[in-house]
């Protein structure tokens, strides 16, 4: 992109580029099933609420008509023309990117123009020209996806959700490190329990990628507690659960799901049931209310691709926007806590030893 203000809307944004009293958030306006209505009225809520300052980049003759309430310098628009398919091969979205509203965003970063950006776009073409423009941090092969699982008792950082499904042993310990940093730094974990998702906690349990995975994670600078099972995913047993982007986005899928299920089962329960259980359960509402907004995904509004040289959130395709005024708190507190910074710091020990 041939300079960020000459591809500006509006002229006056010399903010982005002097001072960090608040982080910039690049948000990319075309992606996701529910663009550009909620991804805008998402990044106006999240500017309002003044979690960061927020470029919209997209196409701005389809941005302007929900461009409201707010001041014509207070959010500008990237002008990019083109939208990424979701459906786009990773080849085919780097060939298309310079005109696009997700690789102009990334551009925006790369440049240090933006802070972060935010896309409820393709996740494959997010990583795809994510890896190519912004590279990895060193020491980390592969960026992975860290998904938190909403849970009863506190969150849970899942990694990789889904960006690698073929993992070597050595990518799976760095997700380790990379999945620990982002609980330090974002959930205010001190020491976070990093496990790896296998068929039993018994050290020997497991296929040979995930034990030898597991040496690699036992003399890393993390606090690896062994292996866990399905049924510790809820449990509390761990902070930070380790396994390839396959396994785990399968397991994302079937907590949505699962989620999405047990409401649907807790109100049919309820209005089928006797007069005195509907009142019992108009007195709770609130209880149930704060429960959802617990475990709902839109709560935590996107997950970090982590192991880049950039702050990237991969926001969910049907994002609202409540989720999209989430993910760009999200991205404004990892830019705050610099989870890039202390991934770096505690893989630089292994880059280290690797060069000696």
Same mark, same amino acid.
């Given at each position: 992109m041939n300079g960020f203000l000459a591809g500006s809307e509006h002229p006056n944004t010399w903010w982005l580029l002097n001072g960090k009293d608040r982080p910039v958030i690049a948000v990319d306006a075309m992606g996701g099933d529910n663009a550009p209505r909620e991804i805008v009225a998402g990044a106006i809520a999240a500017y309002r609420d003044g979690f960061a300052r927020v470029v919209l980049v997209g196409d701005k003759d389809l941005i302007q008509p929900f461009y409201t309430g707010v001041g014509k310098d207070e959010i500008p628009i990237v002008?990019?023309?083109?939208?990424?398919?979701?459906?786009?091969?990773?080849?085919?979205?780097?060939?298309?990117?310079?005109?696009? =509203?997700?690789? %102009?965003?990334?551009? +925006?970063?790369?440049?240090?123009?933006?802070? #972060? @950006? &935010? *896309?409820?776009?393709?996740?494959g073409a997010f990583l795809a020209i994510a890896l190519i423009r912004l590279r990895t941090i060193a020491g980390i092969a592969r960026p992975a996806i860290g998904t938190i699982l909403p849970t009863p008792l506190q969150p849970v950082v899942l990694i990789d959700a889904g960006a690698n499904v073929d993992c070597k042993p050595e990518?799976?310990?760095?997700?380790?490190?990379?999945? =620990?940093?982002? %609980?330090?730094?974002? +959930?205010?974990?001190?020491?976070?329990?990093? #496990? @790896? &998702? *296998?068929?039993g906690e018994e050290r020997g349990k497991g296929n040979a990628q995930v034990l030898e995975a597991a040496e690699l994670l036992e003399s890393a600078p993390i606090n690896f507690i062994g292996n866990a099972e399905g049924r510790d995913v809820f449990s509390g047993r761990a902070d930070v659960l380790v396994t390839d982007g396959f396994v785990g986005n399968v397991?994302?899928?079937?907590?949505?799901?699962? =989620?999405?299920?047990?409401?649907?089962?807790?109100?049919?329960?309820?209005?089928?049931?006797?007069?005195?259980?509907?009142?019992?359960?108009?007195l709770t509402r609130r209880a149930f209310s704060r429960l959802k907004r617990t475990l709902h995904y839109e709560t935590y509004g996107g997950a970090p691709l982590l192991g880049l040289r950039g702050n990237c959130i991969v926001a969910h395709g049907r994002s609202s926007r409540v989720a999209i005024r989430n993910a760009i708190r999200v991205a404004a507190?990892?830019?705050?806590?610099?989870?890039?910074?202390?991934?770096?710091?505690l893989v630089a020990p292994l880059v280290q030893a690797a060069r000696a």
């Amino acid at each position: 992109m041939n300079g960020f203000l000459a591809g500006s809307e509006h002229p006056n944004t010399w903010w982005l580029l002097n001072g960090k009293d608040r982080p910039v958030i690049a948000v990319d306006a075309m992606g996701g099933d529910n663009a550009p209505r909620e991804i805008v009225a998402g990044a106006i809520a999240a500017y309002r609420d003044g979690f960061a300052r927020v470029v919209l980049v997209g196409d701005k003759d389809l941005i302007q008509p929900f461009y409201t309430g707010v001041g014509k310098d207070e959010i500008p628009i990237v002008h990019a023309p083109e939208v990424i398919p979701m459906d786009v091969a990773p080849s085919a979205a780097i060939r298309g990117a310079e005109r696009s =509203s997700l690789g %102009a965003a990334i551009e +925006l970063v790369r440049e240090n123009k933006a802070d #972060a @950006i &935010v *896309s409820a776009g393709s996740s494959g073409a997010f990583l795809a020209i994510a890896l190519i423009r912004l590279r990895t941090i060193a020491g980390i092969a592969r960026p992975a996806i860290g998904t938190i699982l909403p849970t009863p008792l506190q969150p849970v950082v899942l990694i990789d959700a889904g960006a690698n499904v073929d993992c070597k042993p050595e990518w799976l310990m760095q997700f380790g490190i990379m999945g =620990s940093a982002y %609980a330090q730094a974002v +959930l205010g974990m001190k020491s976070p329990r990093v #496990a @790896i &998702v *296998s068929i039993g906690e018994e050290r020997g349990k497991g296929n040979a990628q995930v034990l030898e995975a597991a040496e690699l994670l036992e003399s890393a600078p993390i606090n690896f507690i062994g292996n866990a099972e399905g049924r510790d995913v809820f449990s509390g047993r761990a902070d930070v659960l380790v396994t390839d982007g396959f396994v785990g986005n399968v397991m994302l899928k079937l907590a949505e799901a699962e =989620s999405i299920a047990l409401q649907a089962a807790i109100r049919d329960a309820l209005l089928t049931s006797g007069p005195d259980v509907q009142l019992g359960a108009l007195l709770t509402r609130r209880a149930f209310s704060r429960l959802k907004r617990t475990l709902h995904y839109e709560t935590y509004g996107g997950a970090p691709l982590l192991g880049l040289r950039g702050n990237c959130i991969v926001a969910h395709g049907r994002s609202s926007r409540v989720a999209i005024r989430n993910a760009i708190r999200v991205a404004a507190t990892e830019v705050r806590e610099d989870v890039i910074g202390k991934i770096a710091g505690l893989v630089a020990p292994l880059v280290q030893a690797a060069r000696a």
